[in-house]
Nanobody
Framework: QVQLVESGGGLVQAGGSLRLSCAAS????????MGWFRQAPGKEREKVAA?????????YYEDSVKGRFTISGDNAKNTVYLQMNSLKPEETDVYYC????????????WGQGTQVTVSS
């Protein structure tokens, strides 16, 4: 089992920045693929960023966040981060951290989510 706990959400003005954290515990040594997702009420969950190991490190960013968001990790702290810059009001969502056993597999572990609200 892997437990994921997000933090760092909050209220920020448009153009501002937030850094989300996802602390992982449990069998984390098995999980080298982490992702950040977001979901607004009534909308489908959207993958925002991901990274992991598949014979080499890879990273993924949804087109609208490229150049503004950065996913990173600290192995010593078992923590994954999402640095979000130049935030937009339409990015007001609940942000979730997720883990999977490898590229191509489904994300099987999810955190409870953290609310990000961007005011205009």
């Amino acid at each position: 089992q892997v437990q994921l706990v997000e933090s760092g959400g909050g209220l920020v003005q448009a153009g501002g920045s937030l850094r989300l954290s996802c602390a992982a515990s449990g069998r984390t040594f098995n999980y080298y693929n982490m992702g950040w997702f977001r979901q607004a009420p009534g909308k489908e969950r959207e993958k925002v960023a991901a990274f992991g190991w598949t014979g080499g490190w890879y990273s993924y960013y949804e087109d609208s966040v490229k150049g503004r968001f950065t996913i990173s990790g600290d192995n010593a702290k078992n923590t994954v981060y999402l640095q979000m810059n130049s935030l937009k009001p339409e990015e007001t969502d609940v942000y979730y951290c997720a883990a999977r056993g490898g590229l191509g597999r489904s994300y099987e572990y999810w955190g409870q989510g953290t609310q990000v609200t961007v005011s205009s």
